[in-house]
């Protein structure tokens, strides 16, 4: 099967540096390779960065859906149709750096009014443990009651996309050893089709986020369970990402 190859530039980037990227990017990607790739630009560079990438067989993200609960007027919120106005698949939802920072605002009740109101977005949902929790061997239940949001506010329109990020492991080099993505994403796989029955393996889609460059990635795709990668800081370099995608399975 595919894999998904994703990028999730974050605050990062300018239109001088988005012209470069693909300057390089469009001569050296093995168009032939069959993985699905995905950017997430930031959401202010989505249109600009969609004229690269609209004649190829690339596709492009958001990173924040900012709504309330019934999706009613807000100063400052970016409703799914702009997104998909501008060329957007995909919305990043519960990325551990929102959870963060803007703890309070988005809390739990937060993150599912984003998930109802995708839309005709695909999410892909970030779940991922502190380093205490797993050190206290509290990681499944970290990711249960994460996936809970998920599960409750389930659009069975929508092919489920989890990205595994383990908190510890962004940005920081570190990184939980190849069985244990495999047993984690295996555990996040059974643990959503035991809440919703309806499911098969092969709707769910677990992809690995935190520390992943081009000398892990190809390992870490070839494992079980995982569908695919989720790359920050590597991705914004397109020798990096280049490499990343033409990584054959
Ligand atoms: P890094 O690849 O920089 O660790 O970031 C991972 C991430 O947060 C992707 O969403």
């Known amino acids: 099967m595919n894999k998904i190859i994703a990028a999730n530039w974050k605050n990062n980037g300018s239109k001088n540096l988005i012209k470069k990227y693909f300057d390089y990017l469009l001569k050296n990607i093995n168009i032939n390779n069959n993985n699905k790739i995905i950017f ?3 959401d202010i560079y989505i249109d600009y960065f969609y004229n690269f990438i609209k004649e190829q067989n690339f596709y492009i993200g958001g990173q924040d859906l900012v709504c309330n609960s019934d999706n009613a007027t807000l100063t400052g919120g970016t409703k799914s149709e702009m997104f998909v106005d501008n060329g957007c698949d995909y919305i990043l939802v519960g990325h551990s750096e929102k959870r963060k920072y803007e703890s309070g605002i988005l809390d739990d009740k ?12 695909k999410a892909v949902f970030c779940i991922g443990e502190e380093i205490l929790d797993r050190e206290n061997n509290n990681t499944n239940n970290i990711l249960s009651s994460q996936l809970n949001d998920l599960i409750l506010n389930y659009n069975n329109h929508n092919k489920i996309i989890i990205a595994y990020e383990p908190v510890w492991a962004i940005g920081t080099g570190k990184i939980p050893s190849n069985t244990e993505i495999s047993k984690t994403h295996e555990f996040i796989k059974n643990f959503i089709i035991e809440k919703l029955p309806s499911l098969k393996e092969k709707d769910i889609m677990v992809l690995y986020g935190g520390s992943v460059n081009s000398k892990n990635a190809s390992a870490i795709l070839k494992l079980d369970h995982v569908d695919g990668v989720l790359v920050g800081g590597a991705s914004l370099d397109a020798i990096e990402f280049t490499k990343i995608c033409n990584i054959e399975l």
Request: aromatic share 14%.
């Open 110 to 121: 937060n993150i599912s009014y984003k998930l109802k109101n995708i839309n005709n977005l």
């Open 40 to 42: 997430f630009p930031p």
